[in-house]
């Protein structure tokens, strides 16, 4: 399947936010859940990472998950088969290894392309 490569952006703004959260489609991944909105620019993916405190009360873990999530995004750019406004949001229960997060991703952009 070829995919042309898209440009990763920050998801801002609370009307942002919230159109993901109302009209956006939700696809679970083992440890991850993503809201994904085709409403956007066909180039570009605005995305938000979000790791909720009730798993990890400390900062640093929640701030850890989300650098390993961004990471994976960055890393697996080209890959990414789908364009508009998304979050992520982690629901694993542990600090997840890199693989992993790169694992996750990968079986959700699977999902998505279908």
């Known amino acids: 399947m070829e995919t042309n490569p898209v440009s990763l952006r920050p998801l801002k703004g609370r009307v ?5 959260f109302k009209e956006g489609l939700v ?7 993503l809201l994904y909105n085709r409403n956007g620019e066909p180039s570009f993916l605005d995305a938000a990472v979000s790791v909720p405190k009730n798993s990890f009360s400390r900062a640093v ?18 890959t990414i088969p789908f364009s508009g406004k998304c979050v992520f949001i982690y629901t694993g229960s542990s600090i997840p ?18």
């Open 61 to 78: 873990d929640r701030n850890r998950i989300k650098r390993q999530i961004r990471s994976a995004l960055r890393s697996l750019k080209d």
């Open 16 to 20: 942002s936010l919230d159109s993901v």
């Open 27 to 33: 696809y679970r991944g083992k440890n991850i859940l």
């Open 97 to 114: 290894l890199n693989t992993d997060v790169i694992k996750d991703l990968k079986g959700l952009f699977k999902l998505v392309s279908f």
